[in-house]
């Protein structure tokens, strides 16, 4: 069975969302396939956030400013993904 992930048809109009842009909305968005096949609970690592995207890290920052991620000690939670 293959990991899947779940997205509310309002997704894109969510404010967090339209204030992080739309290049950071894909990146969020190739983070939750990831964690979801990786099965890290929401959990972005330093290390995989070259692997999501090319030149995401100030999409990670854009991310971080608009309370979708989370930083930690070695990359990134994001907010409320087990909920």
Same mark, same amino acid.
């Given at each position: 069975?293959?990991?899947?992930? @779940?997205?509310d048809?309002?997704?894109?109009?969510?404010?967090?969302l339209?204030?992080?842009?739309?290049?950071?909305?894909?990146?969020?968005?190739?983070?939750?396939?990831?964690?979801? @096949?990786?099965?890290?609970?929401?959990?972005?690592?330093?290390?995989?956030? $070259?692997?999501?995207?090319?030149?995401? $890290?100030?999409?990670?920052? $854009?991310?971080?400013?608009?309370?979708?991620?989370?930083?930690? @000690?070695?990359?990134?939670?994001?907010?409320?993904?087990?909920?």
């Amino acid at each position: 069975m293959s990991p899947w992930v @779940r997205l509310d048809d309002n997704f894109a109009e969510h404010p967090k969302l339209v204030k992080a842009g739309p290049r950071a909305g894909w990146l969020h968005v190739a983070a939750l396939c990831y964690c979801s @096949r990786q099965l890290t609970d929401g959990h972005v690592p330093e290390t995989a956030l $070259r692997l999501l995207m090319a030149g995401a $890290r100030p999409l990670a920052d $854009r991310l971080v400013e608009a309370g979708l991620w989370e930083v930690n @000690r070695d990359g990134w939670n994001i907010h409320d993904y087990l909920d």
